[in-house]
């Protein structure tokens, strides 16, 4: 294949990637608005590129860990639909058996050691990992995704700090889309920003365009050979925009609708779409890409709303010692 040919086929999977964490999320959103699934989501509309960009340069035996936000993270690492589909609706063939619901997934068989509901919680399984691996003499990284909020959190500077002491093989990504929760992050963050802080700490860190999935890959393709060969941790700062609320039961009317409407005429899917137009895919194949995603949730969402519920006997397996004493009367 020539080197064009080769450019082309890594847009393609980075399209297709980018396609099916968006139909995962719009399925799993209309399943929240019809009550098939209990508890809200926080999904990731809008931030596809950097899920897609990161993983396409992960190896299977590479970990990452997630925040609270984490289903396209889950799937561009290679989680298995039915597992995840079946874990928002809460049902036993869900990856943590209908326990963990959106916003702790995990899937070890792939490298997913779990999204997390507590901001910046995911940074030091992260650098826990990371120091495992590099004790086992293994070559293998870890990917730590966590959004602009979490940088005012304890744990950034606790876990920046440990990993560029011991030159942990970890890739931080900082998923700035500007907000935390309902609040602009700019209002509440002091100093120059996430960049500033992790090099502060001898973090290196690269900025990147995460509406732009090429330049998300490019940008890890170059520090994740420069960590796996040695070279200590580095921070990748990606600038996104979430263009759905909080929660799936957030309306986002707290957004200036003028941001909206540009970051909509913005977003990576529609982007990528254009580029690969303008490369010569057929708009007809990228329509059955999308289609073909979008057919691949809907069986996902038709099978878990059938699929079995968990045996309330198992409760507490996995989750917490049942305080039960071997012999006691």
């Keep these: 294949m020539t080197r064009t040919g080769d450019n082309r086929a890594r847009l393609i999977a980075l399209y297709t990637t980018m396609c099916r964490i968006r139909a995962f999320e719009e399925t799993a959103l209309a399943a929240h608005k019809a009550g098939e699934i209990p508890g809200p989501l926080h999904v990731s509309i809008g931030q596809e590129a ?26 561009a690492k290679g989680a298995g639909v039915s597992g995840m589909m079946e874990e928002l609706f809460g049902r036993a063939g869900g990856h943590c058996r209908g326990k963990g619901g959106s916003m702790h997934i995990a899937d070890f068989s792939v490298g997913m050691l779990g999204a997390n509901g507590v901001v910046a919680g995911g940074i030091p399984i992260a650098v826990g990992a990371a120091q495992g691996l590099k004790m086992m003499g293994s070559d293998a990284i870890v990917a730590c995704f966590f959004g602009d909020g979490a940088i005012n959190r304890g744990p950034f500077l606790e876990g920046l700090n440990w990993a560029a002491l011991y030159r942990l093989p970890v890739l931080f990504v900082c998923e700035d889309n500007g907000v935390a929760a309902f609040t602009a992050t700019a209002s509440v963050t002091a100093g120059p920003g996430v960049a500033a802080r992790a090099e502060s700490l001898g973090v290196p860190c690269l ?11 490019a940008a890890a393709s170059r520090l994740v050979a420069e960590i796996r060969g040695g070279g200590g941790p580095q921070l990748l700062h990606a600038t996104t925009y979430r263009i759905t609320g909080h929660t799936s039961s957030d309306p986002a009317a707290w957004r200036d609708p003028t941001d909206v409407e540009a970051a909509r005429a913005a977003e ?6 254009a580029r690969l137009a303008e490369e010569g895919v057929s708009l007809a194949e990228l329509d ?31 989750v917490q010692d049942s305080g039960a004493v071997q012999g006691a009367a």
């Design 268 to 273: 990576p899917i529609g982007r990528l779409r």
């Design 50 to 75: 950097v899920a897609a960009g990161i993983c396409l340069n992960l190896r299977r035996d590479d970990r990452i860990t997630s925040n609270h936000r984490g289903h396209g993270h889950a799937l």
């Design 207 to 217: 900025s990147v365009d995460g509406n732009n999935a090429a330049a998300v890959d």
């Design 288 to 318: 059955a890409l999308l289609g073909d995603a979008q057919a691949e949730m809907s069986a996902a969402r038709a099978a878990a709303l059938t699929a079995p519920w968990p045996d309330p006997a198992v409760a507490w397996e996995d």
